[in-house]
């Protein structure tokens, strides 16, 4: 079943974004640089890259609920959700286990 609401998808070099799109969500996406452009979303996916930038994450969780997709490193669960994230995935993760932490993440918003 399709939902008919897009996720925007902060994601500066577009690696997580197109790990997203062979998830087989139910819901679109798009892929935005900037916070401003997720205001209204029922939650952003922030990608990141290496090691987590603390300010970043709280900057953007501050702005829009924020599930982290994190790339290349595994950033604490309670760091990120200290920073206001909502969730956290990461490339390592099954796709069942990352797909089930996105849409529980839409379920909840």
């Known amino acids: ?19 997203l799109r062979t ?4 819901f679109g996406m798009w892929r935005v640089d900037d ?3 997720a205001a ?9 890259y290496g090691k987590p930038d603390p300010a970043a994450i709280a900057a953007v969780a501050r702005r829009v609920p924020t599930v982290l997709y994190s790339v290349m490193a595994r950033p ?3 760091d990120a959700i200290a920073l206001g994230a909502i969730d956290v995935v990461s490339d390592g993760m099954a796709p069942t286990a990352a797909r089930a932490v996105l849409l529980n993440a839409l379920e909840r918003r």
């Open 76 to 78: 604490s669960y309670d």
């Open 40 to 48: 209204n979303a029922p939650f952003a996916i922030l990608g990141v």
């Open 35 to 37: 916070a401003a452009e």
């Open 1 to 19: 079943m399709a939902l008919e609401i897009g996720i925007p998808v902060i994601d500066p070099y577009g690696s997580v974004f197109r790990l």
């Open 23 to 26: 998830l087989g969500l139910p």
